[in-house]
């Protein structure tokens, strides 16, 4: 099976036809895109004007003083010609300015929506819950930000104009016809039923096959950003030649799926050109003969032939232009099914200032459970007392980690509630909320850039002396000043130059300058070295004092000093006290204690918390 593209195909998606989802999107820019359409048009107007001037040529040099100019009150041919060859000069200068125009305002047009599209959906994929980015691949929708936003741009910069040539070609030619010649304008006129259904039959053959190269290369960017992410794994399992086969095999199914939509999309010129040659054979033949016999000028001869073929043989451009429209529409389905989603996490109206927030948690009665799955937390009731330290233990899959997402509402509560001073959290304005806290997490993520820049990350404006302060604090600043370029050194894509422990040294210092009321640590030393951890613990012992503390811990031994330790086990708590407490119960804690230090009774051992009275 291949890995999941990315598409957003639940909740998003909308009835509507695609080109009128883009143009409802588009509708802030209905002005300019007016104007463009204008220039188009206005541009094959003009370019249509030389077969006329060829026609009025011809009529000029065969009737001579009785032309068409003549009639109009110029009878000398040399003025005739002169007048013809400043109409000439005026239609081939506007022609040209109309050109220039509909490029630029194409192009530009093209390029604002494109970035507007772009910084709507990323806008709105930071809005969404982590539910609906778990159940989705990062290649996917990698994908849709930029192949499928690629894709609509090529569209406005191109296709759009083609087709308001074409359609003013039509119309321009076909009223020509009626009125220059209304016995032979039905040949020309015949084939466009033609040429119109076969365009549509075209392209309703053509959409399912686009949608699915648009799948495809979600697959196809998957593979990639997964590979690209994973080559230490695949260096160290030798899976170089495998992950290249199956790099290979998403490609070769991106490849056999454009090359089922060319099969199709390539019969389009051939068969539309045969039934184009009909109409310019009979226009040939019967205007022709029409005029050997005097029943049609010589000039309006010409011009027919020549507006024939500027009727008839741009429509061999369709395929090329309706297989860039399907493309397109391809794509603004998957970008549009993005914005469509709706943010299951609205913002609170309550206004809640960091420096106004005390730290005091309650968790009352809460139950939460991943979509239809067992609840992961059951009935969990939780007291964290402004400025206490609380210790959340528990084996792996308790639901430890679970609680820090509800905290900061990275999901919706289900049942229960959580209040900050006494405030429901969904009634706190999220940015509030989420800056009242700081979280410290085993997982950390720098950001491709500078040590300084992810220090400040979320405190951006902080000043060198500020930076450096909140990295003495968090043990970090003697390791930053050994490296090559000291705070100016470039971590790498997660960090990847450092070594863990140093990582979590810095997604510490990012915490303390970040200097929230209410601290949040999951897991911050599970995954380092006994020194490492020690120089952790020094700066927690610090930055926890008078300050609201979760210590989400695996390793007992961070959390024994907290003011109440609770004990997860199955979602529930099951044990709750202090450290000693818990001891004496000789319950679960204890025995967890037990196995992780060997001693048979309680004792003060090392570590934790040691909470500035």
């Known amino acids: 099976m291949p890995p999941s593209s990315g598409l957003p195909r639940t909740g998003g998606e909308s009835p509507d036809p695609p080109l009128r989802r883009l143009l409802s999107y588009a509708r802030p820019h209905r002005r300019r895109i007016g104007l463009a359409s204008t220039c188009s048009i206005l541009n094959k107007i003009f370019d249509l004007g030389p077969p006329v001037l060829i026609g009025v040529a011809v009529d000029v040099v065969v009737q001579r003083e009785a032309s068409f100019l003549a009639r109009l009150g110029v009878v000398e041919i040399w003025d005739q010609l002169l007048l013809l060859s400043a109409i000439t000069l005026v239609i081939w200068v506007l022609e040209s300015v109309f050109q220039y125009a509909y490029a630029i305002l194409w192009r530009n047009l093209a390029q604002v929506v494109q970035h507007e599209l772009r910084l709507d959906a990323y806008r709105h994929l930071q809005e969404l819950e982590l539910a609906y980015h778990e159940e989705r691949s990062t290649g996917g929708l990698m994908s849709i930000l930029s192949d499928d936003i690629n894709q609509l741009e090529r569209f406005l910069d191109i296709g759009a104009n083609e087709i308001l040539q074409v359609l003013t070609t039509v119309v321009v030619i076909g009223a020509a016809f009626l009125l220059l010649a209304p016995s032979v304008a039905w040949m020309a006129i015949l084939p466009m039923p033609v040429v119109v259904g076969g365009s549509i039959w075209f392209q309703r053959r053509l959409t399912p096959y686009y949608a699915d190269i648009r799948q495809r290369v979600g697959y196809l960017n998957t593979r990639l950003v997964n590979n690209l992410g994973g080559l230490t794994t695949i260096k160290a399992f030798t899976a170089e030649d495998f992950e290249a086969g199956q790099v290979a095999r998403e490609s070769q199914a991106y490849r056999e799926s454009n090359r089922r939509a060319i099969r199709v999309s390539s019969a389009f010129v051939p068969l539309i050109r045969m039934v184009i040659l009909v109409g310019f054979t009979a226009i040939l033949l019967y205007g022709g003969m029409e005029t050997v016999e005097g029943n049609l000028a010589v000039g309006t001869y010409s011009v027919l032939i020549f507006l024939t073929q500027r009727l008839l043989w741009p429509l061999t451009r369709l395929g090329e232009t309706l297989d860039q429209y399907q493309r ?20 609170g109206t309550r206004s809640l200032p960091a420096a106004a927030v005390a730290g005091a948690l309650e968790i009352r009665g809460l139950t939460f459970g991943y979509g239809e799955g067992e609840p992961v937390l059951r009935n969990v009731s939780i007291s964290v007392p402004a400025g206490a330290t609380v210790g959340i233990v528990g084996a792996t899959g308790s639901g430890k980690s679970t609680l820090v997402k509800l905290l900061l509402r990275f999901y919706e509560i289900e049942e229960g509630e959580i209040t900050l001073d006494g405030i429901p959290l969904r009634e706190i304005r999220l940015g509030d909320l989420r800056r009242s806290m700081g979280l410290v997490s085993q997982d950390v993520f720098l950001f491709h850039g500078t040590v300084r820049e992810n220090v400040e990350y979320g405190s951006w404006g902080a000043s060198h002396e500020e930076v450096e302060d909140a990295a003495r604090r968090a043990e970090a600043h003697g390791f930053i000043l050994d490296l090559p370029r000291g705070y100016d050194t470039v971590v790498g894509e997660r960090g990847q130059k450092l070594s863990g422990g140093q990582r979590q040294r810095i997604a510490l210092a ?7 009321p209410l601290l949040i640590l999951d897991e911050a030393t ?45 979602g529930r708590v099951v044990e709750a006290g202090t450290h000693g407490e818990l001891l004496a119960r000789e319950g679960i804690y204890a025995g967890l204690w037990r196995v992780q230090t060997g001693e048979p009774h309680q004792g003060e051992g090392r570590g934790g918390f040691r909470k500035a009275k």
Request: hydrophobic fraction near 45%; charge should be neutral; avoid cysteine.
């Open 510 to 516: 990012r915490a303390i300058l970040k200097d929230p």
């Open 328 to 347: 397109a529409m391809a794509s603004t389905n998957r970008v549009m099914d993005v914005l469509d989603t709706p943010v299951n996490i609205r913002t």
């Open 526 to 570: 599970s995954a380092v070295d006994n020194e490492t951890e020690a120089a952790i613990q020094r700066s927690l012992d610090r930055i926890t004092a008078d300050r609201t503390t979760i210590a989400i811990a695996h390793r007992l031994s961070t959390v024994r000093n907290a003011d109440a330790i609770y004990v997860l086990e199955r």
